[in-house]
């Protein structure tokens, strides 16, 4: 019944900021853990942060810890993604995800995907 939403993809410069925006409907949103994945042509997808259902705990991967910041806003139900210090290497599709296994160690399984949204770096 969960359906997840993203917005906010588009292009930018090296060096700039995007911010991804996803929203969720159906689920029990306050109580869930949330996350990030991204998609590489020809690649795995792969997690780029998450967030406990509490907000207290996060994850990141190493390739944008300290550039990317995860949030949640309980009460509209919506996750954020805030990408700054952008790379060419950051362009991929960008997937919001539901339900997950997330903690300090990394982040695994989610029940509920987004349509995705593709970001674009440009050198």
């Known amino acids: 019944q969960g359906e997840l939403k993203e917005s906010g993809g588009g292009s930018a410069q090296a060096g700039g900021s995007l911010r991804l925006s996803c929203s969720v409907s159906?689920?029990?949103?306050?109580?869930?853990?949330m996350g990030w994945y991204r998609q590489f042509p020809g690649k795995e997808r792969e997690g780029v942060g998450c967030?406990?259902?509490?907000?207290?705990?996060?994850f990141y991967a190493d390739s944008v810890k300290g550039r990317f910041t995860i949030s949640r806003d309980n009460a509209k139900s919506t996750v954020s993604l805030q990408m700054n210090s952008l790379k060419p290497e950051d362009t991929a599709m960008y997937y919001c995800?539901?339900?997950?296994?997330?903690?300090?160690?990394?982040?695994?399984?989610?029940?509920?995907w987004g349509q995705g949204t593709q970001v674009n770096v440009s050198s």
């Open positions: 159906g689920l029990t949103f306050d109580k869930i853990p």
């Open positions: 967030i406990s259902w509490s907000g207290f705990t996060t």
């Open positions: 995800a539901a339900d997950l296994q997330c903690g300090n160690w990394g982040m695994e399984g989610p029940r509920y």
